[in-house]
């Protein structure tokens, strides 16, 4: 599905991307985390042609982008265009647009892009609103409504677009703890549906549960990837080690003030256990 | 001892300052004397062969009443300093103080002699008809029916033709601009005073006297009615000066003397009835009112036309700026830079009186609206500019993510949001313009300003006149700004 070859790009001297190789297949999840600054956000952006890159190539479905020297062909500067309406994209900040209601946020790509009837548009897209929970909040603007419910507007939005992959940049991020699990749910709902998720997240109760594999990455390469539990288990470089023991909450902090923290968020040391809270559904 | 000595000198360097007061002992002749200069007002701007700037040294003012005025104040025995004002404001200037008389074409009028008091005639003039060369069809007045005839504002030439009715009156703020727009066929002929149609018309190939001139008229020196000595003072030195010869001299030497001249000076008797001085315009609202509104008319055709103009040029300009290739980016900066860099004044003239030698020929009116547009497109693709930056790029990238294109994303997402930024400092930039459009008078538009200029001209009611049309901007701009406010909250999305 995703085939990313020796993808590399530097911002003036600096190298964000160097050599990424990384494939993906159908209805794989894949988790990829990493210290900030690894480039893991500018990978999804690449893949959604936010980004340009200097050189590699990516392919998605039958669709491929190749750079030389920084310099993308004429022909795949379309195939840029083509790639994004088939890859959906949801964001660390949502994005939505503030000036539409959530259904007119939902249906207006459809139909500018694909040029799809207002009525077919609405019902595919109260549809949607009903898949992520929130059909009664067609009508709102985007600030009458919570950053969680925003988030899962912003997923029926990408999702309007029947992409054949769906990229998350750190989507709950900019939640409060009792906001994420809402988005979490829809996220976890769409990859039992089968849809080929790349997710940069630091939720480990989602990569454990949810991903086929997940990827760690640290300046601008990828330093290991395997299924979850074994990068929990038995991570190959202390690098990870060290990053998973930074992003996952310890135990002193469970006791601290007598609250267990998130039901969802295992301890690092549950994790390593492979015990901990039960995975969601 | 030294008190003796010295007290006359104190007075004498006081006095003048004594004199300032207005309703003192001492008389404006003294105050002349005093100062050992007589100021005379004038305009000098396009003013040959009257008063002008000498073009081989632009520091120093000529003209045959530059002569004249030397002249006369030697006669008084003290020198000639003159004050440069406005022409339309030269009456109000000398009650004002700002000079001792007014030596500057003015007619001797019922209007003039109902606001100040005028000497006895200085030069007898009359009215020229002047048409392209060849044209022989415009020889009387009456021809001039149903034509478009030029005027400098305000001039004997522009009440006769307004008291005529019947004829298509432009009015031009000098004498230069009736001749070219004469010879680019902007109008059919013109009416001049004979000095202004002697010193522009006669030399120009392009142009002809048609007919005999006609309604003779006097030019007088203004001087304030409580200055009797003063007057008296005048009218005796015109009298030496004619007696003398100096003034034929004077006239002969500017090609303005003719052989009727000195009998019409010395014969001189009509004491015209003064009208009365003032008039209360808010009284007759009923007469001045109709007027204005029909210069409002004008502004608000001119100001909501070159608004669109402005607004949807703008939009274009912020859009390549931002957007555009390189060089389009270059030249959509250089000409913000450069509209908004230069007076809107200038632009107006260039369009107008310097498009023509380019072969475009524009009216008035589309010149009006071109030049506020233009300029105002500057402004707007600015406000634009910075509405569309303040978007966050989030913005922008989300639309692209769904597929969109680049011009989809800017017309569907972020231009709806910046338009509600833009709204208020663009209404800023009407209200701005409706004021601003003033400014197209000098390109012969009678608007709002123009006709209270006009009708305060003649009759001196600054005041009531000022509020009329200070209440008409008003009453349409206020409700232009509550139409903003409106419709800016009618854009909101922004829920709390």
New interface residues.
Partial sequence: MISIENLSKSFRHHEVLDGISLKQDKAEVIVLIGPSGCGKTTLLRCL???ETFDEGRITIGDIAITAHHGHLSRADREKQ??L??????V?Q?F??????TAIENII??PV???ELSQAMAVKRGLDLLAKVGLEDKADF?P??LSGGQQQRV?IA??LA?EPEVMLFDEPTSALDPELKEDVLRVMRELANEGMTMLVVTHEMSFARDMADRMVFMEKGRILEEGPADVMFRTPKHERTREFLKTILPKKSFRSGNGKPPHPKQPTFDELLNGGGAPAAD | MTSAVLLPALLALLRPVFCAASDSPCTTVQEVESRGALRWGADAEGGAPYVFPDPRDPRQYIGFEVDLARAMAGKLGVRAEMVQNSWDGLVSALDRGSFDVVLNGLEITPEHLGQIAMSRPYYAYTQQIVTRKGDGSMTRLEDLAGKRVGVLSASAAHRLLEKMGGVDVRVYPGNVETCKDLKNRRIDASVMDTPIALHYAKPDPGLQFSGKPFAVGYYGVGVRKKDTKLLEAVDRAILDLLASGELRKIYLKWGLWDAEQGDRLRHYTVVQTPTEGKVSTLKEWRVFLPMLLKGAVVTVEISCLSMLLAVGLGLGLALSRLFGVTPVRWLSTAYVEVMRGTPLLIQLYMIYYGLPNLGIRLTSFEAAVLGLGLNYAAYEAENYRAGIQAIPEGQMEAALSLGMTRWQALRRVVLPQAVRIVIPPISNDFIALFKDSSLVSVITMVELTKVYGMLATTTYDYMGLGLMTAAIYFGLSYPASLAAKFIERKLRYDFD
């Fill in positions: 959604n042609a936010l265009l083509i994004r309406s088939r890859v959906g994209m964001f900040g994005n939505l647009f503030p000036h539409m207006e790509a500018t892009v694909k603007y600030s009458q912003a939005r990408a677009m």
